[in-house]
């Protein structure tokens, strides 16, 4: 429950693509906000610190660790969870689909964060190198999978999508 001391804040978003009015504290993390108000449990939380990036949404196409962003200053803006990156029908979103593909996740608690973090760069930096990649992906931590199955998985999406596959 609510400490009724502590003042709240309304917030209008998008989420995932539909409108959301939610009250939080000032104080409260966008993570927080969708997991408990908004019941979006993708959104993953390990280290609370942004070091880790399970917790990675797209906030207006942007990664933003959602443990350190604060709920109010994604007012007015369009946020994307994992819960939102397959269809309305049902259909994976092409990283998704390469994720399987590829074996791409063994515990999966990392997976939220890395699928969103990948789609980033699909859409932000298509033209860019596989360095590039290593370098844009390295605030996401994978303890499990050695990252080359999740390389493989984000440059078939890459270069499906430009037309090199």
Known sequence: MADPAIPRIGLAMTVNG???????????????????????????????????GACTVLV????????????????????LTVEGLAGPDGTLDPIQAAFVEESAFQCGFCTSGMLLAARAFIDTEAGADDDALIDYMSGNLCRCTGYLSIVAAILRTRDAAAGRA
């Not at 906000?33 to 280290?47: A, N």
Request: net charge neutral.
């Open 18 to 52: 539909s409108p959301v009015e939610v009250e939080a504290a000032p104080s409260d993390s966008l993570a927080h906000v969708l997991r408990t108000r908004l019941g979006l449990t993708g959104t993953k939380v390990s280290c609370d610190v942004q070091a880790c």
């Open 60 to 79: 207006d196409g942007l990664p933003r660790s959602a443990c350190t962003y604060l709920a109010y200053e994604a007012r007015g803006r369009g946020v």
